[in-house]
């Protein structure tokens, strides 16, 4: 069933963990935990909402500069996080699959989500895509390196390169480009979050700590986002026109 926004693709910062905690007197993995909360409550209602696929940034290339204590919560989090769900992700029918550098994770937390993937790979709902060690630079950078060794091994012209020869060396060339980024917790950057593929997406910076959010927020932006004229580069004259 197509949702009725028209949109194919969200991309979320999940942001303001931290804050969250230290506002109550916790440290940061405190919100960390609480943040799960938010994820299961977001994933659920974007299947209730058909969107075809949500990315979730939870964990960039540049967070391993992040305290150790932090890093180990975060990965057991993640780990946690994703076997206590894995019912619930098959009774949604909802298909997850990674995204980034994930041979840098530890290999307890790459093992639990190979499992992951493998048993949601038949399911035909949502698409969760869970962005880990990424970063949006990185992905151009391994992109890059890709397309040289083709054309390095005679199968492509570097004449010939084009945005569809970078397209299709992404991670995941399959996936749509995003139509809506949301930020949470206020503040108002990218933070090298899918570069390529927000190029044309509406953006939304919301104040909400990220464990205070929940679906009906998304639920909220989601219905800002129709009032909102896409132009692709075109005058708005020739959107209405169509």
């Known amino acids: 069933m197509k949702n009725k926004y028209n949109i ?32 299961h409550s977001v994933v659920e209602g974007a299947g209730e909402m058909y969107i075809p ?7 960039s290339t540049e967070n391993w500069n992040r305290p150790k204590e932090e890093i180990d919560v975060l990965m057991r ?8 769900e894995l019912d619930n992700l098959m009774a949604n029918n909802v298909r997850v699959l990674t995204t980034g550098r994930i041979e840098e994770l530890p290999r307890e937390s790459r ?11 038949n399911n035909t709902g949502l698409t969760l895509v869970i962005a880990l060690s990424y970063s949006g630079r990185s992905e151009l950078v391994d992109t890059a ?20 020869t970078i397209q299709n060396n992404l ?29 044309y997406a509406e953006l939304f910076f919301s104040p909400i700590l990220w464990p205070d959010f929940r679906k009906e927020h998304l639920r909220e932006i ?17 959107v209405r026109a169509h």
């Open 77 to 84: 989090l993640i780990s946690k996080a994703i076997a206590d």
């Open 171 to 199: 991670y995941h060339p399959e996936i749509p480009d995003v139509d809506l980024m949301i930020r949470t917790g206020g503040d108002l950057r990218v933070s090298n979050f899918l570069l390529w593929e927000i190029a």
């Open 111 to 121: 093992e639990d989500l190979e499992r992951v993937i493998e048993t949601t790979r």
């Open 8 to 39: 194919n693709h969200v991309a979320i910062i999940m942001d303001g963990n931290g804050r969250w905690a230290q506002q109550r007197g916790h440290k940061r993995t405190f919100g960390h935990e609480h943040g799960v909360e938010a994820v």
């Open 222 to 238: 989601l219905e800002q986002f129709t009032s909102r004229e896409r132009r692709f580069g075109k005058t708005g004259e020739q």
């Open 145 to 164: 390196k890709k397309i040289a060794k083709q054309a390095a091994d005679g199968l492509l012209n570097p004449d010939d390169i084009s945005e569809s």
């Open 53 to 59: 696929y949500l990315t979730l940034y939870a964990f």
